[in-house]
Structures are given as structure tokens and as C-alpha cells.
């Protein structure tokens, strides 16, 4: 990446999901080579951002609105300075880069944008789990409940429930009683719940259970905010069949079946 294509350009960057070793080598070289670097306070481990230049300028976007992030990058631009636009997980899921990117558009203001690994990836880590499972599980519902941010009808929790895939909650935590009663109109009582706190973090926690008693448990451990609800008999990583991939018997074009 020669970042002298980037000066006067934003560089939207995925930081990973807490620990400062999971961001991505481009991600890296990329607040170290940034003038000017935003990144999302409320959320982004701060740790990430040892690496910037000592004369970098540090903006908290937990402390802006949009008008005033844009501010900013204009400033940077006008200055032919590199922006890194930091986010937490990868960008992409929640991270409302596209807002920003429609104005920097109308600016005509360059960006790109490096992907992360996101909390949802960090979270199967720290449960030590596979999220797909032959035969119980091949897809992953990806979503949040409705709060202030409204979700198009079709996509409410107990519609997206019936399918009882492998679902990963996000924002989700503070509401759990309400994300709970959703799901059990389609999951039964007994599914297995996972809750990660700060997935990835030095300070991570987990609380296991069902849907009968996991609201008990978080509130109990006091989780109010970020954390991943997982949902989804793949917890149980004794159910299923074995995959094709490994199986002697199964040929493929690099292996002969036995």
C-alpha cells in the first residue's frame, strides 16, 4: 500500500474486536502512516492506536456528530493529510460508514476502506465454537432487536427465528428480556445461549445458558453493553454429523476416497 496515494484521501479502517494484535497488517500500517486519525472511542480499544505517529492528531468520534467528523476530514483534505476512520469489528457491520461515505462523495474527497475481524468472529472464538454444523446448522442470521434504530418489519427477531439457524445478536444485551420472549416464539425453550462481553478483550466474559434462563444470567453477571448474544444448537458442539471435508470416504479433486 503506498500511502502517498492516500494523502487527502479517508482511510476507513476495521480494528478488530479488542485486542490489539487483531487488527489487520494493512490496518496497522495504516493508522501508522495517518495524519489524522478518528477512530470510535466508545468501542475501539485505545490500545490500537500506540502505533500512530507522535505527531498525529487523535479524534474521539464518541464525543461528534456526523457534521462535525466531516469537519475534520474536510480540514485533513484541504491540507493533503492521510484520515484513518477507525472502527470497531470490520466496518462494514454496524458501522455506519456509508453515511459518511455518501458525504465524502459529494465532497469528492477519496476513501478506501480495510476490512476487520469482527466481534461476531472474535465472540466464536472465545466460545471455542463453530458456528456451522452438518446437519444442524449451515447458515448464520446475523442481526440486532428494534431500539431506537427502527428495522424493517420482516426482519423482527421471531420472523428471522423460525428459521432456527445459528443466530449472533448484536446491541442486543441491554434488552434481553424482549430479545428472549422473541425468540422463543420459534426456538425452543431450551436452546443453548451464549453471551460474550468484551469479546477478545483482557477483561472478556462469558455466560452460557438457554433460552429459560440466560436473561437470569446476564443480569446477574451485569452485562449492560457490549456483548454478542449467540443463539443456536451448534453450542452444543456434540450434535451433528461430521463434515465431508475430512471424511476418507468423500473424493474430492485433491483426494482419492478411501
Known sequence: MNFEDYKGKVIFIGAGPGDPDLITVKGAEAIKNSDVII????????????????????????EMDLDEIIDVIKKAHSENKITARVHTGDPSIYGAIAEQINQLKALDI??????????????????????????????????????????????????????????CIFLGIHMIEEVVEELLKEYDVHTPVAVVKKATWPDQEIVRGDLSNIAKKVHDAGFTKTAMIVVGDVLDQQSGEQSKLYDPKFAHMYRDAK
Do not use: W
Open 39 to 62: 477512530y470510535a472511542g466508545s468501542l475501539v480499544n485505545p490500545a490500537v492506536l500506540n502505533i500512530a505517529k507522535d505527531d498525529a492528531k487523535i479524534y474521539d468520534s464518541a
Open 110 to 167: 477519496g476513501y478506501t476502506i480495510i476490512p476487520g475481524v469482527s466481534s461476531l468472529f472474535g465472540t466464536a472464538a472465545a466460545l471455542e465454537s463453530q458456528l456451522t454444523l452438518p446437519e444442524v446448522s449451515q447458515t448464520i442470521i446475523i442481526t440486532r432487536p428494534e431500539g431506537r434504530t427502527p428495522k424493517p418489519s420482516e426482519e423482527a427477531l421471531c420472523k428471522l427465528a423460525k428459521h432456527n439457524a445459528t443466530m
